[in-house]
């Protein structure tokens, strides 16, 4: 019996990766150590195995592909902090790189694989300005968190061209939706802010601390919109040996996200002005020309996500 195998499966975006593969009646191994993953939000569902485990460790990993074959592995787990990866790099460097080398080569080995999709970030570009970002503009890694992600890429394709293991990347831009954590020191901007009116809802005074004019952007993905590229990618046969950006190819700016909050919320945030942080990346969005030739649709625009997003929190919170 073969699986798919999907690490940090218990994670905000692996999890909502296991319900939909669930959905297409496939057989889901978990792996996840739980350090930011939670055991909660893994589906209760018979074709789910869950193993509390670390990928880091190569003898655990090659245990797993000795207990079980694999059509496809998706491989989302890792340390996704940039602020844990600078002060604990080595520590970060085994579970964002020599994992995917020991997932790699169990695959390898085992010689059955369908499709390794690896999960990078838009993290790699940097602070390298021309815009949008492609999938050939220039790498610019600033934390370990980005050369980690970057060398995977690159591992990741050559076991394409020297093994002939089918393998995909992508580049997540800045993906949002529910299960992500507020409080993680990777969390992103809406998951806060979703927090904080959350809070204003119940009346308690906050305060959103921005950064700056507030005229940042970001190319802001949903959680769902992701899924369905995760989905593609492990079935088309021309992502093959390719990398691909995942956004949706727009930008919004802080302020033009907070007041679309404010207006989908009827509620007013308190915003305390800091000095713009030293490092902060300005502008950012994708060119997603590559996904959409192999067919696929953002169908979530960012008030449609923002949406469904704060019914489903809203609703979580009663």
């Known amino acids: 019996m073969s699986y798919y195998l999907v690490t940090g499966g218990a ?29 909660e939000n893994i589906p209760e569902h018979e074709n789910v195995t869950f193993i509390k485990g670390d990928i880091s460790d190569s003898e655990f990993v090659t245990d797993i592909f000795m207990r079980y074959q694999f059509e496809k592995i998706y491989h989302l787990g890792a340390i996704a902090s940039v602020a844990a990866s600078v002060e604990t790099p080595l520590v ?12 790699l080569e169990g695959a390898k080995k085992q010689g059955i694989l369908k499709r390794f999709i690896f999960a990078s970030s838009a993290a790699v570009f940097g602070d390298e300005p021309t815009l949008p970002k492609t999938e050939t503009s220039d790498i610019k890694p600033l934390s370990p968190y980005a050369i980690d992600k970057y060398a995977s890429e690159q591992y990741v394709l050559t076991y394409n061209r020297l093994y002939n293991l089918p393998t995909t990347a992508v580049r997540f831009f800045n993906v949002f939706g529910s299960r992500q954590n507020p409080s993680s020191p990777y969390s992103g901007v809406v998951s806060i802010l979703t927090d904080k009116f959350l809070e204003l809802e119940k009346n308690h005074q906050v305060e959103f601390t921005l950064y700056g004019d507030g005229e940042q952007t970001r190319d802001f993905i949903y959680v769902k919109d992701v899924v369905s590229a995760l989905v593609l990618v492990g079935e088309s046969e021309k992502a093959i040996g390719e990398v691909f950006n995942v956004g949706t190819g727009n930008s919004i700016s802080l302020n033009e996200l907070i007041s679309l909050y404010e207006k989908l919320t009827g509620l007013k945030l308190h915003i305390k002005r800091e000095d713009e942080r030293a490092g902060d990346i300005k502008y950012s969005y994708s060119d997603i020309t590559k996904i959409k030739g192999i067919g696929f649709q953002s169908l979530y625009n960012m008030e449609k996500g923002l949406t469904e997003y704060w019914n489903e929190e809203t609703k979580r919170k009663e």
């Open 11 to 39: 994670g905000f975006i692996g999890s909502h990766l296991v319900e939909e593969l669930l959905k297409l009646n496939k057989k889901v191994i978990i792996i996840d150590d739980l350090s930011m993953g939670k055991k």
């Open 92 to 103: 970060t460097h085994k579970t964002n790189l020599d994992a995917t080398l020991y997932l």
